[in-house]
């Protein structure tokens, strides 16, 4: 008899983290391949709801940046927030609210002191270009920052989808 093997992601953070680390975290879309967020109606949601847990102080999100089938967020989270609760949380409301299927889990990385927050800003404001669905960076529409701030490519802050 064959098991079928399921991998699950522990995101239990280590007690010797400190409470106001960055994280690089990549949520993905149930079916690979297809264009579930850069639409205009499921992009404004999803900044809407990035926006409204910042000012939830649920996290803080410095980008999100949606691709067809996956998004990109560089955050970090309250000392007294759980990271795999809050996105969990997240991804259930948008599930209500506009029927998105996710995979089971979700990547996260911990930025370290050596890593800089802007070059991994930078690194996934490159990643249409790199996927050939924007010829420069400042092209893509679906890009979420709040306001006021930039990239060092003069990304401005958007707060919705572009139509």
Same mark, same amino acid.
């Given at each position: ?7 699950? %992601? /522990? /995101? ?13 975290v990549?949520?993905?879309?149930q079916?690979?391949?297809?264009? /579930? ?8 949601a ?18 999100? =940046? =949606?691709?067809?089938? /996956?998004?990109?967020? %560089? ?56 996927a ?17 701030e930039t ?5 401005s ?7």
């Amino acid at each position: 008899m064959t098991r079928k093997l399921y991998k699950n %992601l /522990h /995101h239990a953070t280590p007690l010797w983290v400190t409470p106001d680390a960055d994280y690089f975290v990549t949520i993905c879309a149930q079916s690979r391949g297809q264009n /579930h967020f850069c639409r205009p109606l499921v992009g404004q949601a999803v900044f809407h709801a990035v926006q409204s847990y910042n000012q939830r102080q649920l996290w803080y999100c410095r980008l999100a =940046l =949606l691709m067809p089938d /996956h998004i990109h967020l %560089l955050t970090c989270f309250p000392p007294d927030k759980i990271l795999s609760r809050v996105i969990g949380y997240w991804k259930r409301s948008l599930t209500r609210s506009h029927a998105i299927s996710w995979q089971r889990n979700f990547f996260e990385h911990r930025l370290r002191n050596e890593e800089n927050v802007q070059q991994k800003a930078d690194y996934i404001l490159q990643n249409p270009a790199r996927a050939g669905l924007a010829t420069q960076n400042q092209d893509w529409p679906y890009i979420w920052m709040p306001s006021g701030e930039t990239s060092a490519d003069g990304t401005s802050a958007a707060t919705s989808a572009k139509t």
